[in-house]
């Protein structure tokens, strides 16, 4: 038994009040769609906000380990024009020019100084034909040793 619209006023006011009910159905239907939509947006929203803020988080903190290094490189810099000459390394050591003498080292360099004069002093008069002859201690102590044992005491 299907419904139609007839002329009889019952079945049509059935007829219509099935129809109603059916618009009624079909609106809240329509209303659940459209909050659906809209909080299905709404997360797609959230969630393209989230991946935004993490991207923006990546680029802020690459930022902030840029500034960093850049930072901790003119600390570095702000230390070589202040006192350059605290960081000296092995090889430095060995060539002191262009650097200020310490206290400590200027007896050494005096007595290498002095070693090296007489050294060269020594060669030089080489070449000029003097040689130098020096005795050494074990050589003095037996000649020493020799003269006692020769001179007769009484």
């Known amino acids: 038994m ?4 007839s002329n009889n006023p019952e079945e049509n006011s059935r007829y219509n009040t099935l129809i109603s009910h059916l618009q009624v159905a079909e609106n809240n239907l329509d209303s659940y769609t459209q909050c659906l939509q809209k909080d299905l947006l709404q997360r797609t929203d959230y969630s393209s906000r989230i991946y935004n803020l993490q991207q923006d988080r990546e680029v802020a903190r690459q930022a902030a380990e840029d500034r960093k ?6 600390k570095e810099r702000v230390t070589d024009v202040q006192d350059p000459y605290s960081k000296t390394t092995w090889w430095e050591t060995w060539f002191p020019l262009g650097r200020p003498m310490r206290k400590e080292n200027v ?3 005096l007595s290498v100084s002095i070693l090296m004069l007489v050294f060269s002093l020594g060669i030089f ?3 000029a034909g003097l040689e130098l002859k ?3 201690i074990g050589e003095s102590t037996n000649s020493l040793i020799k003269n006692l044992n020769t001179r007769k005491y009484p």
């Open 2 to 5: 299907g419904l139609k619209n």
């Open 69 to 74: 290094n850049i930072a901790n490189e003119a």
């Open 107 to 109: 007896p050494v360099l």
């Open 125 to 127: 008069l080489r070449f």
């Open 134 to 136: 020096l005795a050494s």
